[in-house]
C-alpha cells in the first residue's frame, strides 16, 4: 500500500544489510558505503538519511496499534483521485478519516459525537488534499446540534468555503482573508433536524457550487472567490456550543473529484 501509493520509499533493515524499496524500482540493497548514511536513529519516528538536508517526510507509527489501525492510517495518506467512501475509523483511539473505494464491501458508515467536556468533534480527510472541485453525497442518520462541511481551506491566509447545517436552517459560507460571509441560506422546513435520516449532496466547481437536499437543491451560488486556495482539505465537524452533546449518526460520505492539482507529499 505504501509504496504503490507512490508517496512513499520504505527503508528495511536485514541484519547489517539495508533494503529501499519503491513503486519505480521494486527492492534493491544499498552499496555499503551509502548505507552508513542511513540511520533509524537520527529521526524518532522514520527511516531517515544522516546527511539530509532537507525535512523528510515522514509517518508517525504506534507500536501498539494492529495491522488493521496500521493499514487505515495509511490510507489516511493516499491521495483520492477516484470516487471513494470518506470514513472514520479509530486508531490508537483517535478517529482518522480514511478513504475506501466506493466499489469495496466496506460500507463506510460512522458515528461523530462531542466528548462531554468539549462541544464539537471533528473528522479530516488528509488524502482530499489538493482537490479543490469535487461532487459529494452524504446521508446521516439525524444530527443533534450543528453539522458543518468544510469543503476548501487555506488557514495561512484565511481563506475557507464552508456548508452548515442546523435545526432550522443551512448556510453556505466564504471566508476570504479571514474575512467571513454568508453566502445563501435555507430556511426551517429545508432542513434536517435530529432524528431524520436525510441525504445532502454537494457538487463544488469553480466559483459554482450547488447544495441539495433530499434529491431537491436548496441553495445555489455561483460567485465565490477565486482567491480561495485549491488545496481544500474536506473536513466534517459537529458542534453544540450550548449542551455539548453534538452527535451525527450513520454517516455515509461518498465523495467524487472532478479535478485536482499536483498532490504534496504527506507531513
Not at 544489510?17 to 542511513?38: C, E, F, S, T
Not at 479509530?90 to 463506510?108: E, K, M, Q, T
Amino acid at each position: 500500500l505504501m509504496t504503490n501509493s507512490t508517496q512513499w520509499d520504505l527503508g528495511l533493515y536485514k541484519g547489517n544489510d539495508v533494503y529501499i524499496r519503491n513503486h519505480v524500482m521494486g527492492q534493491w540493497k544499498l552499496p555499503a558505503a551509502r548505507a552508513q548514511l542511513w540511520s533509524p536513529l537520527l529521526g524518532t519516528s522514520a527511516f531517515n538519511p544522516g546527511d539530509a538536508k532537507e525535512k523528510l517526510s515522514r509517518l508517525n507509527v504506534n507500536s501498539t496499534w494492529t495491522n488493521e489501525e496500521f493499514t487505515d492510517r495509511i490510507l489516511a495518506e493516499v491521495p483520492v483521485r477516484s470516487p471513494v467512501l470518506l470514513s472514520g475509523r479509530l486508531i490508537g483511539n483517535h478517529l482518522w478519516g480514511i478513504a475506501v473505494p466506493a466499489s469495496g464491501r466496506f460500507n463506510g458508515k460512522f458515528d461523530l459525537e462531542s466528548l462531554l467536556e468539549k462541544r464539537g468533534a471533528t473528522v479530516s480527510w488528509l488524502g482530499t488534499r489538493g482537490v479543490h472541485d469535487f461532487a459529494l453525497n452524504m446521508n446521516c442518520e439525524g444530527v443533534s446540534g450543528e453539522l458543518w462541511l468544510l469543503l476548501r481551506s487555506d488557514d495561512e491566509v484565511g481563506d475557507s468555503v464552508r456548508v452548515g447545517l442546523g435545526e432550522g436552517a443551512a448556510f453556505i459560507e466564504q471566508e476570504v482573508h479571514h474575512n467571513r460571509k454568508r453566502l445563501a441560506i435555507a430556511r426551517a422546513s429545508e432542513t434536517a433536524g435530529p432524528g431524520r435520516h436525510f441525504a445532502l449532496d454537494i457538487r463544488l466547481t469553480g466559483s459554482h457550487l450547488t447544495v441539495g437536499l433530499d434529491g431537491r437543491t436548496i441553495m445555489n451560488v455561483d460567485n465565490l472567490s477565486e482567491e480561495v486556495s485549491s488545496q481544500g482539505l474536506a473536513r466534517l465537524t459537529v458542534y453544540d456550543k450550548l449542551r455539548g452533546t453534538a452527535i451525527a449518526r450513520g454517516i455515509t460520505i461518498h465523495f467524487t473529484p472532478l479535478t485536482d492539482e499536483e498532490h504534496s507529499s504527506p507531513p
